[in-house]
Every structure is written in structure tokens, then in C-alpha cells.
């Protein structure tokens, strides 16, 4: 090769090709032959017009605008598809799954009061989370690529702990409480029950439950 021109062999009689190239029976496949990566090399070192420079270092020298304080803290989870965060002064601990005892007379069908269920040694409500919020979790599938780990999320409302099972803990979101977003109904659907808007780390969007009105729906379930 001279100059600046790439040979694009790959795509003449390589893989891309018609593979008529001696070579193939070697290396298989064009990327682990030494002109595919000679012509990679060429392409990023190949020579770039002023307009381009210009527009870039534009681009560059522009001031990233400077980040809101974070002042807020909330503990992040998933209930089948939805992220779902609670203020941090609401979360306890977090636990391992356990078996929930059912109530007599308490714990009927549909009812997002479950039972009880030990935490650390100590008798403790149990609260479906989806059904306190109408969440459909019928057929949700695991999450692709990763592990996820069912747990008690424990919740402490004055001094009486609720434990709701969840799909998953993300952790702590700490945000700046200017930047929460307002929740946005999707196409026929409401915002969740007891939204009080969205927040977001690097990893995950979440919807953040408004702690007085949760902390008002766990108690009306004990009554």
C-alpha cells in the first residue's frame, strides 16, 4: 500500500468477498490477517480536513456546565421490570430472602400484606412491593448478562420495620434534588402509584416513591 490508500482486500477477496484469498485458509478470517490490521492502522492515521479540526475543537473547548450538589440519597431496587428507588432515611438494611408465615384473617389473596417474616431474629411485616404499586411481575424473565439476587429490602417506618421482597438491589443513588424529573406516563399507561418523580446514576433511571405517602400506605396495611 502507498500514500494514503487502503486495500479494502477484505471486502474484494476476503470474508466480504468473494474469499478467493490464498490466505483465508491460514487466518480463517480477514481480522487476523496482518493487512486487515495494517489497513485499520491506515485508516485512523489518514490525514483530516481543517473543517473537521475546526468543528472539533469547537467542540472540545465548549465548558462543561457544572454539576448540581448532590443532596439527596436514595436506595435503588427492581420489581420485575421497574426500577424503583426510596428515600435513603426509609431503608434499614437490606437482608437475604426468607419464608414468609401467612396471617390468619390478615393475609388474604391480592393482598400486598404477605405475612410475616424473620429478619435478623425479629418478626417482621411482610409487603409485597408490586402489589402495593400494581406492578405486573407475571413472566418477567432475569435480567440478560448478569446475576441478580432476590432480597428483603428492608423499610423502617418510625419505629416498625416493613420487609419487601425484591427482584434486585442496585444500592444507593445519590442525587441532586433540583435534578429529579417529574414521572412521564408512558403511551396508556399512569405513572406508577406514589411517584414522585425520576432519578438516575450512571447505571440505572429509577423512580423515586414520594417516603410520606409509602410510609401512609405500610401503616394502613398494619390497621
Given at each position: 500500500?502507498?500514500?494514503?490508500?487502503?486495500?479494502?482486500?477484505?471486502?474484494?477477496?476476503?470474508?466480504?468477498?468473494?474469499?478467493?484469498?490464498?490466505?483465508?485458509?491460514?487466518?480463517?478470517?480477514?481480522?487476523?490477517?496482518?493487512n486487515y490490521a495494517e489497513a485499520?492502522?491506515?485508516?485512523?492515521?489518514?490525514?483530516?480536513?481543517?473543517?473537521?479540526?475546526?468543528?472539533?475543537?469547537?467542540?472540545?473547548?465548549?465548558?462543561?456546565?457544572?454539576?448540581?450538589?448532590?443532596?439527596?440519597?436514595?436506595?435503588?431496587?427492581?420489581?420485575?421490570?421497574?426500577?424503583?428507588?426510596?428515600?435513603?432515611?426509609?431503608?434499614?438494611?437490606?437482608?437475604?430472602?426468607?419464608?414468609?408465615?401467612?396471617?390468619?384473617?390478615?393475609?388474604?389473596?391480592?393482598?400486598?400484606?404477605?405475612?410475616?417474616?424473620?429478619?435478623?431474629?425479629?418478626?417482621?411485616?411482610?409487603?409485597?412491593?408490586?402489589?402495593?404499586?400494581?406492578?405486573?411481575?407475571?413472566?418477567?424473565?432475569?435480567?440478560?448478562?448478569?446475576?441478580?439476587?432476590?432480597?428483603?429490602?428492608?423499610?423502617?417506618?418510625?419505629?416498625?420495620?416493613?420487609?419487601?421482597?425484591?427482584?434486585?438491589?442496585?444500592?444507593?443513588?445519590?442525587?441532586?434534588?433540583?435534578?429529579?424529573?417529574?414521572?412521564?406516563?408512558?403511551?396508556?399507561?399512569?405513572?406508577?402509584?406514589?411517584?414522585?418523580?425520576?432519578?438516575?446514576?450512571?447505571a440505572i433511571e429509577a423512580g423515586?416513591?414520594?417516603?410520606?405517602?409509602?410510609?401512609?400506605?405500610?401503616?394502613?396495611?398494619?390497621?
Open positions: 500500500m502507498n500514500g494514503s490508500v487502503v486495500n479494502d482486500c477484505w471486502r474484494r477477496i476476503g470474508v466480504a468477498g468473494d474469499a478467493s484469498c490464498a490466505e483465508l485458509a491460514r487466518h480463517v478470517h480477514c481480522r487476523n490477517c496482518g485499520a492502522q491506515r485508516s485512523l492515521q489518514r490525514p483530516v480536513d481543517a473543517a473537521y479540526r475546526e468543528a472539533w475543537a469547537r467542540e472540545l473547548a465548549r465548558p462543561e456546565p457544572p454539576p448540581l450538589p448532590t443532596d439527596s440519597a436514595a436506595m435503588a431496587f427492581r420489581v420485575g421490570h421497574e426500577w424503583l428507588a426510596v428515600p435513603l432515611a426509609l431503608a434499614q438494611s437490606v437482608a437475604p430472602l426468607a419464608p414468609v408465615h401467612r396471617l390468619p384473617h390478615r393475609s388474604s389473596p391480592g393482598s400486598a400484606l404477605l405475612g410475616i417474616v424473620n429478619v435478623g431474629g425479629r418478626l417482621v411485616p411482610a409487603v409485597s412491593p408490586a402489589r402495593l404499586l400494581g406492578i405486573d411481575t407475571d413472566g418477567v424473565p432475569p435480567p440478560l448478562g448478569r446475576h441478580a439476587f432476590a432480597r428483603l429490602l428492608v423499610l423502617a417506618v418510625r419505629a416498625q420495620p416493613f420487609a419487601l421482597p425484591v427482584d434486585e438491589v442496585h444500592g444507593v443513588i445519590r442525587y441532586a434534588g433540583a435534578a429529579v424529573r417529574p414521572p412521564a406516563a408512558t403511551v396508556g399507561q399512569a405513572p406508577l402509584p406514589l411517584l414522585a418523580g425520576v432519578v438516575a446514576d450512571s423515586l416513591l414520594d417516603g410520606p405517602r409509602l410510609e401512609r400506605q405500610l401503616e394502613g396495611l398494619l390497621r
